[in-house]
């Protein structure tokens, strides 16, 4: 692969880049360094797209950014280290065959499991810039896909052409997310599903800040707020009310993340009672009016 951040021959990739984390729902989006300091830049993106809350920093030989190993070790580090849960439930084998669109910002780390597996992806971002670098992460592994610039709640889709609708890390800076359920309700096929994977309102820090409340007031320093949109539970379901059939997980948490009084218990046991991500399944009902 050449050096494409350090060059101009890929001006879209490099402004994909630039304006990645703008789209996400981490405070560091604000002051990372942009293109002018491309590998830096990247390690940083490869972090957050892996889920490594405490990235080790620069290390030999490490894979050129963008390239299909780079893509490899971010699939390797999310799926099969920090976040073993998400080939299981967002279900990746599961959908050969099957029209699967892929809403919500990232690299398309999770919606490439679903091309591999003979999926029929579609994947849909209000950034034209990002969708670059989700198509390179198809391309370099000869994946086939189909990639639209649209907003989530207009989306340019017929009534009822989609069996999946596979939603992550969206709901940061949308104004209207009731209209983005009923646009991906319109777009499903009678009985499709649909994945949202969200961050969890109710979680670790939630439970540390509400139990340990006088933390705040002899800590040296603030907290940081992360200006992230987190749902409960019974908002989640109240979002993606007029589909049937819900059901709810709670995952994504690190023994180190825990506070040392709750540690003893057993893990997953933790990250069902206050784990960082929600995740819902639910399918349109057979009988909807449109």
Request: net charge positive; with cysteine; glycine share 6%.
């Amino acid at each position: 692969m050449d050096r494409s951040f350090q060059n101009a021959q890929n001006p879209s990739l490099a402004l994909a880049v630039k304006d990645f984390f703008d789209l996400t729902d981490r405070p560091a989006a604000r002051t990372l360094p942009g293109p002018h300091n491309p590998r830096d830049f990247a390690e940083r993106l490869f972090a957050y797209e892996a889920l490594d809350a405490a990235p080790q920093g620069q290390i030999e030989e490490k894979p050129e950014p963008y390239s299909l190993q780079w893509f490899l070790d971010i699939e390797n580090q999310r799926h099969s280290k920090h976040a073993r849960w998400i080939p299981r439930l967002l279900e990746f084998a599961k959908h050969a065959g099957e029209n699967l669109l892929g809403l919500g910002h990232g690299l398309g780390t999770d919606w490439v499991q679903y091309a591999r597996h003979g999926a029929k992806v579609l994947v849909c971002t209000p950034s034209s810039s990002q969708l670059e670098l989700i198509r390179r992460n198809f391309q370099v592994r000869g994946l086939p896909g189909r990639f639209v610039h649209a907003a989530p709640d207009r989306l340019p889709l017929e009534n009822a052409s989609i069996d999946v609708a596979c939603i992550s890390s969206l709901w940061h800076g949308i104004d209207d997310p009731q209209g983005v359920a009923d646009e991906v309700l319109r777009v499903l096929k009678p009985g499709g599903k649909v994945l949202v994977v969200t961050p969890a309102r109710f979680d670790v820090d939630f439970w540390f800040h509400t139990v340990f409340f006088w933390y705040r007031w002899v800590a040296q320093k603030p907290s940081e707020e992360t200006g992230r949109r987190g749902f409960s539970g019974r908002q989640l379901r109240k979002l993606f009310g007029r589909f049937v059939e819900h059901r709810l997980h709670k995952r994504q948490l690190r023994r180190p993340e825990v506070p040392q009084v709750w540690r003893w218990l057993p893990l997953p046991l933790l990250a069902r009672l206050m784990g960082r991500v929600l995740i819902l399944k639910a399918f349109k009902p057979l009988s909807v009016r449109l």
